[in-house]
């Protein structure tokens, strides 16, 4: 069965959609089969993957609608074992097409179909408290939190961690904390290493050791449609995001999903 990985902060632009496409890119390049959703309406995962989606009559939205199969909307990636199963703007509207009796569990049902050819199925969620979002947690096993070394991230740690809270709850009491990771470090600002020491300080079990470092290769390689790991491998955000994948893969040979 696959582990299904929601990658979610509240907080926009603090690094979800390139941790979801270079962590799968990392994933694949170990030898597991990778599928990659995209839950955002922005559908940056293709264009980082280099697939143009402005042609393409199935995206997760007309599964989601009940209109085409999975198998029917989600697509290779030239790069080994990386499925992906892109989004166009039509998601922002899914609230209101969905018409199952509970449609939180739209999403976590679709998968069931798949979850079975794949390894680790990575969720990219939107900046946003809504539907989208709460349904990839009702979906996934387990919450990737991204968290950017800038003002505000304690603020957005709070906010996710309240909703995780909520989820549990209500809908998907297995779900757990995969853990934090620090984004877009730069060592020489003072801000930066005050944000991670906070967050180490609070939640030290649960942040990896790996930190992403702000790394202008990663926007470079986004521009190609290619994921770091493989536009330059010798990059720093390439190495930080294989030496992430790495940790991941440690951590789940000592805790297995039940
Ligand atoms: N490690 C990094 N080094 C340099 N730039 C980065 C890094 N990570 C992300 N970026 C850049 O920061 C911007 C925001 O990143 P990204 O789109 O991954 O964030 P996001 O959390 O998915 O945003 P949104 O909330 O809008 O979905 C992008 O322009 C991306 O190229
Ligand atoms: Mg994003």
Redesign the pocket.
């Known amino acids: 069965m696959g582990r299904i990985i929601a990658i979610s902060?509240h907080k926009?632009?603090?690094?979800?959609?390139?941790?979801a496409i270079s962590l799968s890119a990392a994933f694949a390049e170990f030898g597991k089969r990778v599928l990659l959703i995209d839950m955002?309406p922005?559908g940056?995962c293709a264009g980082g993957l280099g697939i143009d989606t402005s042609m393409l009559p199935n995206t997760i939205s007309e599964v989601l609608y009940g209109k085409c199969r999975m198998e029917e909307a989600i697509r290779k990636t030239t790069f080994k074992n990386l499925d992906l199963l892109p989004s166009k703007v039509n998601l922002a509207i899914a609230e209101t097409k969905i018409h199952t009796e509970n449609p939180f569990f739209a999403l976590k049902k679709m998968l069931s179909s798949v979850e079975e050819n794949y390894d680790y199925i990575l969720i990219d969620t939107?900046?946003s408290f809504g539907f989208l979002t709460l349904s990839s947690l009702v979906a996934a096993h387990q919450v990737l939190i991204?968290v950017q070394c800038e003002y505000f991230a304690l603020e957005a740690v709070a906010q996710i961690l309240g909703t995780i809270a909520n989820v549990q709850q209500m809908y998907n009491l297995d779900l757990t904390i995969l853990g934090f990771v620090m984004?877009?470090y730069d060592p020489r600002l003072k801000l930066a290493t005050d944000v991670t020491m906070e967050i180490r300080g609070l939640f030290k079990e649960k942040t990896f050791v790996t930190q992403?470092?702000?790394?202008?290769s990663?926007?470079e390689a986004?521009r190609e449609g290619t994921p770091v790991t493989v536009f330059r491998p010798t990059a720093s955000?390439a190495i930080a995001y294989v030496a992430l994948a790495r940790e991941i893969l440690n951590n789940e040979t000592e805790n297995p999903i039940k």
């Open positions: 902060n926009g632009g603090v690094g979800k959609t390139t941790t955002d922005q940056n939107p900046p991204p984004t877009m992403i470092p702000k790394n202008s990663i926007v986004q955000g």
